[in-house]
């Protein structure tokens, strides 16, 4: 069955994401509340799967505004949480032998290339040339005089 609203994370889910996400520091100043991480991801998913802009996530939803939302995922990017999960989904995927490997797809997003292709043509300038001017050219403003 599919899942009508996949931007939800199931608690299962949500046990293995958890561990992996950066405390928060403690807070310097009185604020608004932090909004939790779960609802933050939940705000992420909503964004990445439905395409809306960050600034349009709809506060009705409780995910947080959408600048909370995009600065959580900058700072779990940073710490590296997207590659920990990946990792994690992968082995769980595996374990449950629920990948199928037959549609498998490599691109140089996810492995390094061996050794540096070939070089390419540098790239012809589309920059305009000047055209020459009628009135003047740079002999005839080298060889005036300044002496009078």
Same mark, same amino acid.
């Given at each position: 069955?599919?899942?009508?609203?996949?931007?939800?994370?199931?608690?299962? &889910? @949500?046990?293995l994401?958890e561990?992996?996400?950066?405390?928060?520091?403690p807070?310097q100043?009185?604020?608004?509340?932090?909004?939790?991480?779960?609802?933050?991801?939940?705000?992420?998913?909503?964004?990445l799967? !439905?395409?809306?802009?960050w600034?349009?996530?709809?506060?009705?939803l409780g995910?947080?505004?959408?600048? !909370?939302?995009? =600065?959580r995922?900058?700072? @779990?990017?940073?710490?590296?949480?997207?590659d920990?999960?990946?990792?994690?989904? &992968?082995?769980?995927?595996r374990?449950?032998?629920?990948?199928?490997?037959s =549609? %498998?797809?490599i691109?140089?997003?996810h492995? =390094?290339a061996a050794?540096?292709?070939?070089?390419?043509?540098?790239?012809?300038?589309? %920059?305009?040339?000047r055209?020459?001017? !009628? !009135?003047?050219?740079?002999?005839?403003?080298?060889?005036?005089? =300044?002496?009078r």
């Amino acid at each position: 069955m599919r899942q009508s609203r996949p931007w939800i994370v199931s608690d299962e &889910l @949500w046990s293995l994401v958890e561990p992996l996400l950066p405390k928060p520091a403690p807070k310097q100043v009185e604020g608004r509340p932090r909004v939790p991480d779960r609802q933050a991801l939940c705000g992420i998913l909503f964004v990445l799967h !439905t395409g809306i802009q960050w600034e349009y996530l709809p506060q009705e939803l409780g995910f947080g505004s959408g600048m !909370t939302c995009w =600065r959580r995922l900058a700072a @779990w990017n940073e710490a590296g949480v997207w590659d920990q999960l990946h990792v994690i989904l &992968l082995k769980e995927l595996r374990s449950k032998k629920k990948l199928d490997w037959s =549609r %498998a797809v490599i691109d140089s997003s996810h492995v =390094r290339a061996a050794r540096r292709g070939p070089k390419a043509d540098p790239a012809r300038s589309t %920059a305009r040339v000047r055209a020459a001017s !009628t !009135t003047s050219s740079p002999m005839a403003r080298a060889s005036r005089s =300044r002496c009078r």
